[in-house]
């Protein structure tokens, strides 16, 4: 084993427990956006000839309903090989233009002062006195923590050092176990990870395309420093919970204070079950860290659990969030970075896909952007996931600011 010349007693630690929650264990049904599209692409013509099977049995109600749901399916296929394709081509082209640029990619909703959703490659580019390296870790779903060694030795090749270096990672999955391997290597240093999560499963660096990986850039500024920022547009209520039985393979919590999950979080909120799952815009679950507050997005119900995007343990505090005064709140973020920041050259941020549903419903994200120019130039992307310094995080923005 060469994990002892390059991962501390507490790394070691942070490990066994990742092999014991099944991190490195791929085949769980559902577990991995790869495996949900395979069940997708089996399931689709099954579903049609037990569809025709109804049909040829006079049962019109079920063959109406399964036909809608073959044809949900395969829209759904057309528009993720689209998706696909349309990436692989962008990122050839730019290879093609900037062949010794490093570069890293994915797939989401991009923005810079508007938001972008069109089939074409958004690019934000970090020039002047700036360094970058590199680098891929592949097979997320098994074993990324063998990449520790490389992560170390990249840093190394740019002297990275806390104040003036960012490492800035994009995935496409199994996030907690991503940012845990991520943070093995940058602890060391002492560098911070801002980051988020692709819309489908390929990333790319420097002209080529992975799936079930994560990339990443540490850049280095070399004429000022670096900070990074965490949004989080909610605040706790009095409710606080023990989670007390947990499904870590299926992030499902099953009981808080011994009780079902769902019956908890329902009487909390005085809804009914049936509005679990659109609730988490208004009221996400939180995670107390410390005095830092971690937002959960719930997925759904499921039985009398709760299914969430994020991992949640046994013993772990949650209280149930309420949204705060989201223009304050942005308000008061800018207004800390303006104080950190005498001159600011740049800031590249990640919005939630949830948070940017929540603000455009509301008409407020064009407001945000405008916002966030005032403080200099600004783009990013809406991730499906965000990362930020040791923790995978939901419905938060992260961002980093270059002086």
């Not at 039985?303 to 772990?316: A, L, P, T, W, Y």
Request: net charge negative; hydrophobic share 35%; aromatic share 10%.
């Amino acid at each position: 084993m060469h994990i002892k010349s390059i991962v501390s007693d507490e790394d070691r630690e942070e490990l066994e427990r990742m092999l014991s929650l099944g991190f490195i264990i791929p085949n769980q049904l559902f577990k991995t956006r790869q495996k949900s599209r395979m069940i997708i692409y089996i399931f689709t013509p099954v579903e049609f000839l037990l569809s025709i099977n109804c049909y040829l049995s006079e049962s019109y109600l079920m063959f109406g309903i399964g036909i809608g749901t073959c044809v949900a399916c395969v829209a759904w296929i057309i528009w993720y090989q689209m998706i696909g394709k349309n990436f692989e081509k962008n990122v050839r082209e730019l290879e093609k233009l900037y062949p010794k640029v490093p570069s890293i990619g994915c797939v989401g909703t991009s923005y810079t002062g508007d938001i972008y959703n069109g089939d074409g490659c958004s690019v934000v580019a970090f020039t002047g006195d700036v360094e970058a390296v590199t680098g891929v870790l592949t097979a997320i779903g098994d074993t990324p923590v063998l990449k520790i060694r490389e992560l170390d030795e990249k840093m190394r090749k740019i002297n990275a050092e806390s104040d003036n270096t960012v490492c800035i990672d994009l995935c496409t999955g199994n996030d907690s176990c991503v940012v845990t391997t991520l943070n093995m290597a940058l602890r060391k240093f002492n560098i911070s990870l801002v980051g988020g999560t692709s819309w489908c499963d390929k990333v790319s660096v420097n002209g080529k395309i992975y799936s079930d990986a994560c990339v990443y850039a540490f850049v280095k500024n070399l004429s000022g420093k670096i900070r990074t920022y965490k949004e989080n547009i909610y605040k706790p209520s009095k409710n606080r919970f023990v989670v007390t039985k947990t499904d870590t393979d299926e992030k499902k919590i099953i009981s808080l204070d011994n009780m079902p999950a769902a019956q908890v979080y329902c009487n909390a909120l005085n809804i009914p079950e049936s509005k679990i799952e659109t609730q988490t815009y208004e009221n996400p679950f939180g995670r107390f860290i410390g005095k830092e507050i971690y937002i959960i997005s719930i997925e759904q119900q499921k039985e009398s659990g709760i299914v969430c995007f994020k991992q949640v343990n046994e013993m772990d505090v949650l209280t149930i969030l309420q949204l705060d005064d989201v223009d304050r709140v942005v308000a008061d973020t800018i207004s800390q970075i303006k104080r950190d920041f005498s001159k600011v050259s740049g800031v590249f941020s990640v919005n939630c896909l949830f948070r940017y549903n929540l603000f455009s419903e509301h008409g407020y994200f064009e407001t945000y952007l405008n916002r966030m120019q005032e403080i200099g130039c600004h783009g990013g992307f809406v991730g499906m996931g965000e990362h930020y310094n040791s923790q995978h995080i939901n419905q938060s923005m992260s961002c980093v600011v270059f002086e």
